[in-house]
């Protein structure tokens, strides 16, 4: 479980923005979870208290958006999710309209996990 490691690097990243800031304390973090990134949002959620403790975001809120791996079929055009596709068939995701295997990520920002909001307490 990889989660812990990347709350660590948030905590680094977030504290250094703060310290350059003036910040003392951070009431909330939103984050934007890439579908496709490898970190899973709800052990993120399970982790957060722990990982946090004794720095800036120890208390704060964490507010996830999960971002959609959306793909684009390389045959017909169609857009689709591709994680919703590989679950409907059985791990090997197809487009929905032509059954094609070739497919390309319409954005590349589902492989990432980023800082969006940072919110201040007084």
């Not at 999710?81 to 090997?92: F, G, I, R, Y």
């Not at 032509?98 to 990432?112: G, I, N, Q, W």
């Given at each position: ?52 403790k004794g720095t800036l975001l120890e208390g704060a809120e964490l507010i996830i958006n999960d971002v959609p791996a959306i793909v684009e079929c ?49």
């Amino acid at each position: 479980m990889h989660e812990l490691g990347v709350i660590s690097n948030l905590v680094e990243t977030t504290e250094r923005i703060a310290l350059r800031n003036g910040v003392h304390k951070i009431g909330y973090i939103k984050l934007d979870v890439g579908e496709v990134s490898g970190v899973v949002s709800s052990y993120m959620k399970t982790l957060w208290g722990m990982g946090t403790k004794g720095t800036l975001l120890e208390g704060a809120e964490l507010i996830i958006n999960d971002v959609p791996a959306i793909v684009e079929c390389l045959d017909c055009g169609e857009q689709f999710s591709l994680m919703k596709s590989a679950d409907e068939n059985h791990d090997k995701p197809q487009c929905p309209k032509c059954s094609s295997k070739s497919f390309s990520l319409v954005d590349e920002h589902c492989k990432e996990v980023m800082i969006m909001e940072l919110g201040a307490e007084d």
